[in-house]
C-alpha cells in the first residue's frame, strides 16, 4: 500500500503560485498514474491534474489548464502541482492519489494523505 504525504500548501493572493509536493512510500509508486485532487467546503472531490506512470502525459481540468503543471520524479516517489494564477476559487484541501477516483469525498481512509489547504485571499 502506498502512503502519501502532502505539503506546501499555505496562504496566498490572487496571481501568487504555489509550488505542492506529495511524497509517497512504498516501491510501486512508479506503477500508478498519480493525480491531484481538490475540495472546497460543500463541494465534491474533484481530480484537477494527472500524470500516467509511464510516458510523461498531463490532464488537466478545465478550470486550471494553463494555469497548473502537474510532474512527477519517481526516483524520489514524488508527484508535484505547480500552481500558477492563483484564483479565491482555487481556495481547497489539495490531495495526492491515484488517478481515476471517482468518490464524493477526498481523504476518507486511510489510502488518502491528510491533504494540504490552499487559500487564495487578498
Known amino acids: 500500500q502506498v502512503q502519501l504525504v502532502e505539503s506546501g500548501g499555505g496562504l496566498v493572493q490572487p496571481g501568487g503560485s504555489l509550488r505542492l509536493s506529495c511524497a509517497a512510500s512504498?516501491?510501486?509508486?512508479?506503477?500508478?498514474?498519480m493525480g491531484w485532487y481538490r475540495q472546497a467546503p460543500g463541494k465534491e472531490c474533484k481530480l484537477v491534474a494527472a500524470?500516467?506512470?509511464?510516458?510523461?502525459?498531463?490532464n488537466y481540468s478545465d478550470s486550471v489548464k494553463g494555469r497548473f503543471t502537474i510532474w512527477r520524479d519517481n526516483a524520489k516517489n514524488t508527484v508535484y502541482l505547480e500552481m500558477n494564477s492563483l484564483k479565491p476559487e482555487d481556495t481547497a484541501v489539495y490531495y495526492c492519489?491515484?488517478?481515476?477516483?471517482?468518490?464524493?469525498?477526498?481523504?476518507?481512509?486511510?489510502?488518502w494523505g491528510q491533504g494540504t489547504q490552499v487559500t487564495v485571499s487578498s
Open positions: 512504498g516501491n510501486t509508486f512508479s506503477s500508478y498514474d
Open positions: 492519489n491515484k488517478a481515476g477516483y471517482m468518490g464524493t469525498y477526498c481523504g476518507v481512509n486511510g489510502d
Open positions: 500524470f500516467t506512470s509511464a510516458g510523461g502525459s498531463a
